[in-house]
């Protein structure tokens, strides 16, 4: 089984940004965390992170034919993004959208999801574990089919 973990914007500011609200574990202490708990379940994973919507779309269409499903924080796009809902309506992809924070929780704008539109399932306000819940998640559709 073939995972891509899909981060947008800020992500990469993990454990800086917002620490209160975001914890303070490092972008690259969450890849190492996912791709271990990947290595345990014997799945393969791949992780990507961007800052530009246009790359992130790019990301997802190229996931066709390569990834059995996706985990995606689309970051703030998450309540701005059509293209990035259009691109995962596209692949088709069995996906779960995460969000470290408790999104209904914060902003009234946060409770604006585009990608959920797309998604199988969310996870939110699980912190960092959400990822491994997700792919958890994917994991358990895979063996169901």
């Given at each position: 089984m073939n995972i891509r973990v899909i981060?947008?914007?800020?992500?990469?500011?993990?454990?800086i940004r917002e620490p209160d609200i975001y914890?303070?574990?490092?972008y690259a202490s969450l890849c190492q965390m996912i791709k271990d708990y990947a290595d345990e379940k014997?799945?393969?994973?791949?992780?990507?992170?961007?800052?530009?919507?246009?790359?992130?779309?790019?990301?997802?269409q190229d996931s066709l034919g390569k990834a059995d499903g996706i985990v995606i924080n689309p970051g703030a796009y998450t309540?701005?993004?059509i293209a990035i809902l259009d691109a995962a309506k596209a692949v088709n992809l069995p996906m779960v959208e995460v969000h470290i924070s408790d999104v209904d929780e914060r902003e009234p704008f946060?409770?604006?999801?585009?990608?959920?539109?797309?998604?199988?399932?969310?996870?939110s306000g699980h912190g960092i574990?959400?990822?491994?819940e997700a792919i958890d998640f994917l994991i358990g559709r895979k063996n169901e089919g």
């Amino acid at each position: 089984m073939n995972i891509r973990v899909i981060n947008g914007p800020n992500l990469n500011m993990l454990g800086i940004r917002e620490p209160d609200i975001y914890g303070k574990t490092t972008y690259a202490s969450l890849c190492q965390m996912i791709k271990d708990y990947a290595d345990e379940k014997g799945v393969d994973v791949e992780l990507f992170q961007s800052n530009h919507e246009g790359d992130l779309v790019d990301y997802i269409q190229d996931s066709l034919g390569k990834a059995d499903g996706i985990v995606i924080n689309p970051g703030a796009y998450t309540h701005t993004s059509i293209a990035i809902l259009d691109a995962a309506k596209a692949v088709n992809l069995p996906m779960v959208e995460v969000h470290i924070s408790d999104v209904d929780e914060r902003e009234p704008f946060r409770k604006t999801s585009y990608i959920r539109a797309a998604c199988l399932k969310t996870i939110s306000g699980h912190g960092i574990s959400g990822y491994t819940e997700a792919i958890d998640f994917l994991i358990g559709r895979k063996n169901e089919g």
